[in-house]
């Protein structure tokens, strides 16, 4: 089993910064890419950030140049640095990732989600 644990999410004030955690745990043997989408009461859910294992980095146009997303590859954890919030961030922030299994099985796996609320 893999589980995927998010932590980090709150209340700001826009223009406050808030950091979101996510780490793996479970039967791994690696993980091709972690990232982060959202999704706003009404709307779809977007990608928002990811990362490969190479470290490569993919953002949403509307997070770039304030979101960073990093990772602790010894911790099998991924984070989220979010500058410069504005009340359209709000959403609930999901953590993804792609991870083999040591049956050599490639899945994506998903964290319950951590509310991340903006007030103007």
């Known amino acids: 089993q893999v589980q995927l644990v998010e932590s980090g999410g709150g209340l700001v004030q826009a223009g406050g910064s808030l950091r979101l955690s996510c780490s793996v745990s479970?039967?791994?043997?690696?993980?091709?890419?972690m990232g982060w989408c959202r999704q706003a009461p009404g709307n779809q859910r977007e990608l928002v950030a990811v990362?490969?294992?190479?470290?490569?980095?993919n953002y949403a146009d509307s997070v770039k140049g304030r979101f960073t997303i990093s990772s602790d590859n010894a911790k099998n954890t991924v984070y989220l640095q979010m500058n410069s919030l504005k009340p359209e961030d709000t959403a609930v922030y999901y953590c993804?990732?792609?991870?083999?299994?040591?049956?050599?099985?490639?899945?994506?796996?998903w964290g319950p989600g951590t509310q991340v609320t903006v007030s103007s």
């Open positions: 993804n990732a792609s991870i083999r299994t040591p049956e050599r099985l490639t899945s994506d796996y």
């Open positions: 479970g039967s791994i043997f690696s993980i091709n890419a």
């Open positions: 990362m490969t294992s190479e470290g490569s980095t």
